[in-house]
């Protein structure tokens, strides 16, 4: 089942969403739903997700625990809806459910800005080399079709001057 969850989730944290890579080890499984207020062990009820994020959840559920507000479910809620990723890196809530996602989970926590914002970069970078390849390869074809222009011109030449 382990195994199944680590793929779902794409090897990512459901709640922040730092890849096991990055953190340098496999992840939990946490229980959206505690275990101890009648979670299951359903695939639809495990979260793969980092420790700190399943420490900082806890065992809170929303039907008996303060402030009574729902925690956003990452394969059954679109996170969009509730919150965004700013320039500066840090998440905002757009909903009172995004406002409390991010701050029960702590989402704004200085590593995760710092792991938002260099992957910012690094898909940045991936698109510019993308383009120049792109570029690359155009300025290649041209080549090739003006190489070959002057070869049909050059043959032409020695033609008419034969």
Same mark, same amino acid.
């Given at each position: %089942?382990?195994?199944? #969850?680590?793929?779902? @989730?794409? *090897?990512?944290?459901?709640?922040?969403?730092?890849?096991?890579?990055?953190?340098?080890?496999?992840?939990?499984?946490?229980?959206?739903?505690?275990?101890?207020?009648?979670?299951?062990?359903?695939?639809?009820?495990? +979260? &793969?997700?980092?420790?700190?994020?399943?420490? &900082? !959840?806890?065992? @809170?559920?929303?039907?008996?625990?303060?402030? &009574?507000?729902?925690?956003?479910?990452?394969?059954?809620?679109?996170?969009?809806?509730? %919150?965004?990723?700013?320039?500066?890196?840090? +998440? #905002?809530?757009?909903?009172?459910?995004? #406002?409390? *996602?991010?701050?029960?989970?702590?989402?704004?926590?200085?590593?995760?800005?710092?792991?938002? $914002?260099?992957?910012?970069?690094?898909?940045?970078? !991936?698109?510019? $080399?993308?383009? +120049?390849?792109?570029?690359?390869?155009?300025? $290649?074809?041209?080549?090739?079709? $003006?190489?070959?222009?002057?070869?049909?011109?050059?043959?032409?030449?020695?033609?008419?001057?034969?």
């Amino acid at each position: %089942m382990r195994e199944i #969850v680590r793929q779902t @989730y794409q *090897f990512r944290c459901g709640y922040c969403g730092v890849h096991e890579e990055d953190a340098g080890a496999i992840l939990t499984i946490d229980h959206y739903r505690p275990q101890s207020r009648l979670g299951s062990h359903t695939l639809e009820n495990l +979260v &793969y997700c980092c420790p700190k994020c399943n420490a &900082y !959840k806890g065992s @809170y559920w929303h039907e008996v625990d303060p402030p &009574y507000i729902r925690l956003l479910h990452p394969r059954q809620d679109d996170l969009t809806a509730y %919150m965004r990723e700013e320039t500066n890196g840090r +998440v #905002v809530g757009l909903t009172k459910e995004g #406002v409390f *996602f991010i701050q029960r989970l702590h989402l704004n926590r200085p590593s995760l800005i710092a792991y938002r $914002l260099k992957r910012r970069t690094e898909q940045q970078l !991936k698109d510019e $080399l993308r383009a +120049v390849q792109e570029r690359e390869q155009a300025l $290649l074809r041209r080549i090739e079709e $003006l190489d070959a222009a002057l070869r049909a011109t050059t043959a032409q030449i020695q033609e008419e001057t034969s």
